[in-house]
């Protein structure tokens, strides 16, 4: 019997599998690699410290909390070095499909001799919706398990060379992959392009993402924060995001509100969204990372969807 070791997208979700009653071990990968620096050299010392900087930074995450959550949990996978069949639970969304690179990259270096296969959810039935893992059935996830995809060399090397680019600091080589259809990753191409369009546009300043929130705000006119917050999630494409990197957006953001119990745009706030103005010069901020290019460096353009340096 060969050994199994299952790398999963979070706490919630492996739970989840632990009830499933499969074989082998089960690590939960607790990252966030979709924000903040990230270094090609996944799992090393200035990798983590990287890392740990962003998240004491901006989400005041503690040393002893990082050590116990995240770090444990990785030196457990490094422990795990027997296992030569390792089994990826990914979501179709950006925040998984990044860890999900990084996680290939590390054991493309670590793990040679392991076979690699992926579950990955999202498109699942004939409608439109793509789905997390947690919304499947135990019948629909043991079945994705039987029919998951064994990742050929190709593959793997292909996910770490995204990885590669994903760290550099300049975007515009990932604008130029378009091979995706050749490799095992259905839902990596619809990331990438929503993580270049992360990047302010050329229009207002602000990104995808911080112009669906004024969107939000002007329509659909929230009665509170809270129902604000709950419909953005709702409306989030496939950034994958929660309420924490929401709230951190609104932050952001909030010299564009009057109100946030209900919520209310200011003058500013409308004349950005309908692009006569723009908020570039109030929003930049030069130590802002996506990957490994700098936020602010680099500006989307909505017309020919092309990234362009400044």
Not at 59 to 74: H, P, Q
Not at 195 to 202: G, V, Y
Request: glycine share 4%; proline share 2%.
């Amino acid at each position: 019997m060969s050994s199994l070791l299952h790398i999963t997208n979070g706490d919630s979700f492996t739970e989840r599998l632990n009830k499933l009653d499969l074989k082998g071990d089960v690590i939960t990968w607790r990252e966030m690699l979709c924000e903040g620096k990230t270094l090609t050299n996944v799992g090393s010392e200035s990798f983590w410290k990287t890392r740990f900087e962003f998240l004491h930074k901006n989400y005041k995450v503690s040393k002893s909390w990082f050590i116990e959550k995240t770090l444990k949990e990785y030196r457990s996978l490094c422990n795990h070095k027997q296992q030569d069949h390792i089994v990826l639970w990914f979501e179709y969304d950006l925040f998984c499909q990044i860890n999900m690179l990084a996680v290939i990259s590390w054991l493309l270096t670590h793990r040679k001799y392991a076979e690699i296969s992926l579950v990955c959810s999202g498109k699942e039935d004939d409608t439109d919706k793509l789905y997390s893992l947690n919304e499947l059935s135990d019948e629909q996830l043991l079945n994705m398990y039987k029919n998951r995809v064994v990742l050929n060399q190709d593959d793997i090397e292909y996910a770490d060379y995204v990885w590669q680019l994903y760290c550099s600091n300049n975007p515009i080589r990932l604008e130029n992959l378009t091979d995706f259809e050749n490799y095992h990753f259905d839902y990596l191409g619809d990331a990438i392009k929503t993580h270049l369009k992360r990047f302010p546009s050329i229009a207002n300043g602000l990104n995808e993402m911080e112009n669906n929130i004024l969107r939000v705000g002007l329509d659909q006119k929230p009665k509170s924060k809270t129902d604000f917050l709950n419909t953005v999630l709702k409306n989030q494409g496939n950034l994958g995001f929660g309420d924490t990197q929401y709230q951190r957006a609104f932050q952001r953001l909030k010299p564009l509100f009057t109100s946030m119990n209900p919520v209310r745009l200011s003058k500013k706030g409308k004349q950005i969204l309908e692009q006569q103005t723009n908020y570039y010069s109030c929003i930049q901020d030069n130590d802002v990372y996506l990957g490994g290019a700098l936020k602010y460096n680099f500006l989307y353009n909505t017309d020919s969807n092309r990234i362009l340096k400044l």
